[in-house]
């Protein structure tokens, strides 16, 4: 079931290698389609990793199809996607300079047009919440935004998308954006950039930027 879904997903779990997001086994990308929802095994290698590997479980973490445990993280995603009516992708990694921010508990303010243009505002940090359970999602729901990017306490992020492309894009963004911020910010007081140019900029990007159906 779902063939063409599960390549496209294991496609989008080797750009998160490709770009340095993840190492090992670290790392998830999750795709809904109605009311199930396809995601990488626990625990499995990305060297290793093959379309036919990917579970397939309702909204409610029963297994639909597949011979693997669901990543640990399942119920993360799950209590998200039945919260989240736009929710289509998921994305966590525990990509290196957002995880720093998250370490150190503090959201990234809107320093340069890129995070203005893919985001349109800062990225927030969540409470602290252990891993395994629903109160990951709970936390994120309590802070999650229009970009639907969000740094969990102490652990990485979440990037919630629209699509499949939308979640990988923003989760290749938001490592870059939390880069170029990690430096800005070191030694230096950097103010942000005003929120009506934030505003304006974000709109445009959605609007005017590239050919067509921009995030
Ligand atoms: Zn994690």
Sequence with gaps: MYEMEKQLLYEAHLTLEKYDLVAYTSGNVS???????????SGVAYSVLKPSDMIIVDL??????????PSVDTATHLYLYRNIE????IIHTHSTFATVFAVREK???????????????????TEYAPVGSEAIGKAVLKVIGKSGTVLLRKHGVIVVGKSLDDAVKKAVFLEEISKMSYFAMANHHVEPLDPSEVDRLNKQYHTKYGQANNL
């Excluded at 959201?107 to 940090?125: M, N």
Aim: proline fraction near 7%; hydrophobic fraction near 45%; charged fraction near 25%.
């Design 86 to 89: 736009w929710a289509k992708s």
């Design 31 to 41: 795709l809904r389609i109605k009311d199930h929802v396809i995601i990488k095994p």
């Design 60 to 69: 409610y973490g029963n297994v639909i199809e597949g011979n693997m445990k």
């Design 107 to 125: 959201c990234i303010p809107v320093l340069c047009t890129a995070h203005a243009d893919v985001f349109g505002e800062e990225i927030p940090v």
